[in-house]
């Protein structure tokens, strides 16, 4: 149990209709009691109830009218005694509320620090405390769905569970370090194995899902490319739904990229719009920007690549994509306004950012090419994320190496040291770890007051 009381504004600053401030620790009570006035003090008030309150400073002078929400503690968000009062959402009086709290005696909270509670007294476990920044971040229906099942808890379950498949092993194993006489018998090194194996099944399929968390949190990077001058940056103006991009009849507008998320069909998309690529230039800049469009195409999960569609195939210089990045290509025949010559393939999509025809078709492709052959196939909707793949990618090598041991008689001793390790790791997945920064690096990540 934490010994001070934290306080901080949990809603965004600006103004707005209400605003909400947040107490948590042992004199949570306390301190509402003292800057907050209404029928009872906050220490006498129904938990979980809403009570008109005023707020006043120090010499009674009042700041606000609002509501207060006390919690017992164990019963609240963090675990300790909450005391929540919902005001006015002006930034001066809010800001004025907020130092009257702290005048009474708290401590301002560091970003994440009351989810940080939350997971130190035993509220959730890691996996969960890290959804719910996912699902404040979230930026499309999917990666919304995917915070959700982590929060319920889905991944946290998942790696205790390996952990009760992987326990008994160890314990099997280390009897056998106490009797150094006997050998593990082929019959309990059989089901010895079998347990390993579904333990590897299982963390490989979580580990499948680490590129789907990825671009669940930071967007599918989709890289606009061709020649320049084909319509681009109208393309990603198009998508936005707002002019972001410059757009202009002269070649060559568009020098460094310009990046922008939007959603399609549920897939949180981040935008690439680049400099136009043509085969020679004599300008210095654009080259540098033609080098960065290259750069964007390496590390695309998807490309759209634009191409005017009133100018005949052989008329065109198609993007030389890297290997292997052919089916990650959409051909959008743009212009399509001004007529489409002869000769482009019928499963490109015909479209016009003049016009505005043709969007719906590409949002369809790109529903079409991400969801049923690309990175967010798995009807899974868990998706781990960096740290959680680390920490499986550990446990999968651990219990190869440990099924290696086995299978070559080795000593349970060295059998025994991995299986530990992968024990180790899949408890750092729901953050049974005796590492405070490993804890600080996640929390220092969050917003103020959540
Ligand atoms: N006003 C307000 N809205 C909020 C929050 C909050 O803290 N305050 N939340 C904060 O992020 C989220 C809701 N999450 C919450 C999770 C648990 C408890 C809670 O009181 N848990 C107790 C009691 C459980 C119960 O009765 O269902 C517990 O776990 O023991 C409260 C909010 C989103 N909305
Ligand atoms: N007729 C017609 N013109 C278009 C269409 N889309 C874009 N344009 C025009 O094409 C010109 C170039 O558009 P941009 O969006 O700036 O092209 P870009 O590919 O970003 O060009 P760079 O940044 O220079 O590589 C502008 O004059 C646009 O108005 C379209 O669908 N039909
Ligand atoms: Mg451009």
């Not at 060559?252 to 949180?268: A, L, S």
Request: with cysteine.
């Amino acid at each position: 149990m934490m010994h001070d009381t934290i306080a901080a504004i949990s809603t965004a600053l600006g103004e707005a209709a209400l605003a909400v401030l947040r107490i948590s620790g042992p004199e949570a009570l306390k301190v509402a009691a003292k800057v907050f006035a209404g029928r009872a003090p906050a220490t006498e008030l129904t938990p979980r109830m809403a009570h008109r309150a005023s707020a006043k400073t120090a010499d009674g002078i009042t700041l606000d009218d609002g509501l207060l929400i006390c919690f017992r503690g164990p019963a609240s968000y963090t675990g300790e005694d909450v005391v929540e009062y919902h005001g006015h959402g002006g930034l001066l009086v809010t800001q004025k509320v907020y130092e009257a709290v702290l005048a009474a005696g708290v401590r301002a909270a560091g970003p994440g620090e009351f989810t940080q509670r939350a997971f130190l007294n035993g509220k959730m476990d890691l996996t969960q405390a890290e959804a719910v920044m996912d699902l404040i971040q979230a930026q499309s229906t999917l990666a919304l769905r995917a915070a959700h099942e982590q929060l319920g808890g889905a991944i946290g379950k998942e790696a205790l569970a390996l952990k009760e498949v992987l326990i008994p092993v160890l314990a099997h194993v280390e009897a056998y370090i106490d009797f150094p006489e006997e050998d593990i018998s082929p019959d309990t090194g059989a089901a010895l194995i079998a347990r390993m194996d579904e333990v590897l099944i299982r963390a490989r399929r979580l580990i499948d899902t680490g590129e789907q968390g990825r671009i669940l949190r930071h967007g599918a990077r989709t890289v606009i490319c061709g020649e320049p001058n084909v319509g681009k940056s109208s393309l990603l103006n198009v998508l936005l739904g707002f002019e972001r991009a410059i757009v202009s009849p002269t070649a060559g507008t568009t020098r460094d990229t310009i990046e922008e998320v939007i959603q399609v069909h549920g897939i949180p998309l981040r935008l690439v719009d680049t400099a136009g690529l043509r085969e020679h230039s004599s300008d210095g800049i654009e080259k540098v920007g033609m080098e960065r469009t290259r750069r964007e195409l390496e590390r695309a999960d998807l490309i759209l690549e634009v191409v005017d569609a009133s100018l005949p195939p052989a008329q065109t210089h198609r993007v030389e994509l890297p290997e292997g990045a052919e089916k990650r290509r959409i051909l959008l025949l743009n212009k399509a306004d001004l007529g489409v010559a002869p000769g482009w393939p019928g499963e490109a999509v015909r479209l016009s950012c003049e016009a505005g025809t043709g969007v719906e078709a590409l949002r369809e492709a790109i529903r079409e090419l991400v969801l049923h052959s690309g990175p967010l196939m798995s009807e899974h909707p868990v998706a781990i994320n960096s740290r959680h793949q680390v920490c499986f990618e550990r446990v999968a090598a651990h219990i190869t190496a440990a099924k290696a041991a086995l299978n070559a008689g080795q000593a349970p001793e060295y059998i025994a040291l991995d299986l530990r390790e992968g024990l180790q790791a899949l408890g750092e997945v729901v953050g049974v770890v005796d590492v405070e920064e490993v804890l600080d690096v996640i929390f220092s990540s969050f917003c103020i007051g959540k």
